[in-house]
Nanobody, 116 residues
């Protein structure tokens, strides 16, 4: 099992910034990808950004390209999401996801609210 603890969400005005942090613990050997997803009320959960453990390759949703940056610290088993130029449409619960082998593990989510 992998346990994930997220932090960094909150309320911010449009144009502001937040940084989300997700720390993984437990059976972390063999994690091959870490990422962030978000879910707004009444909508499905969508990928925001993902980073591979080996090589560091990244993938972003089109809606956040140029504004959000995902990074990782393998030594700390931590993944970050730097979110700049936040807009009201970025309001959602943000979830950290870790993939290890054929299994996915999710954090509890952290609320991000962007006011106009």
């Amino acid at each position: 099992q992998v346990q994930l603890v997220e932090s960094g969400g909150g309320l911010v005005q449009a144009g502001g910034s937040l940084r989300l942090t997700c720390v993984a613990s437990g059976s972390i050997f063999g994690i091959n990808a870490m990422g962030w997803y978000r879910q707004a009320p009444g909508r499905q959960r969508d990928m925001v950004a993902r980073i591979m453990s080996v090589g560091g390759g990244t993938t972003y949703a089109d809606s956040v390209k140029g504004r959000f940056t995902i990074s990782r610290d393998n030594a700390k088993n931590t993944v970050y999401l730097q979110m700049n130029s936040l807009q009201p449409e970025d309001t959602a619960v943000y979830y950290c996801k870790v993939s290890r082998g054929v299994s996915d593990y999710w954090g509890q989510g952290t609320q991000v609210t962007v006011s106009s």
